[in-house]
């Protein structure tokens, strides 16, 4: 059964920082490439970060270049995201997938705010 745990999500204050943990199983995990998504209330579902199988190519949005770095460990079955500098505009829920196989986590709150 393919299992996404989110963790390590939270309250911080502006300009903090925190590591977002997803745990997988149930699958391959160093054949597949992984993603990280957020949803704020009320808006859509975003993409904010991807990473390829074994972790040679990175990509993150835009909108979160220069704070935002995904990063992962096939032998823990781990995908990771480092988010910097928080803004409020961060506050949403986010979200580990495996586009290979179409899974999601339940998510994990990221609330900032002072």
């Known amino acids: 059964q393919v299992q996404l745990v989110e963790s390590g999500g939270g309250l911080v204050q502006p300009g903090g920082s925190l590591r977002l943990s997803c745990a997988a199983s149930?699958?391959?995990?160093?054949?597949?490439?992984m993603t990280w998504y957020r949803q704020a209330p009320g808006k859509e579902r975003e993409r904010v970060a991807f990473?390829?199988?074994?972790?040679?190519?990175?990509d993150v949005a835009d909108s979160v270049k220069g704070r935002f770095s995904i990063s992962r460990d096939n032998a823990k079955k781990m995908v990771y995201l480092q988010i910097d500098s928080l803004k409020p505009e961060d506050t949403a829920v986010y979200y580990c997938?495996?586009?290979?196989?179409?899974?999601w986590g339940q998510g994990t709150q990221v609330t900032v705010s002072s």
């Open positions: 990473i390829t199988s074994k972790g040679g190519s990175t």
């Open positions: 149930g699958f391959t995990f160093s054949n597949y490439a």
């Open positions: 997938n495996c586009p290979g196989v179409g899974s």
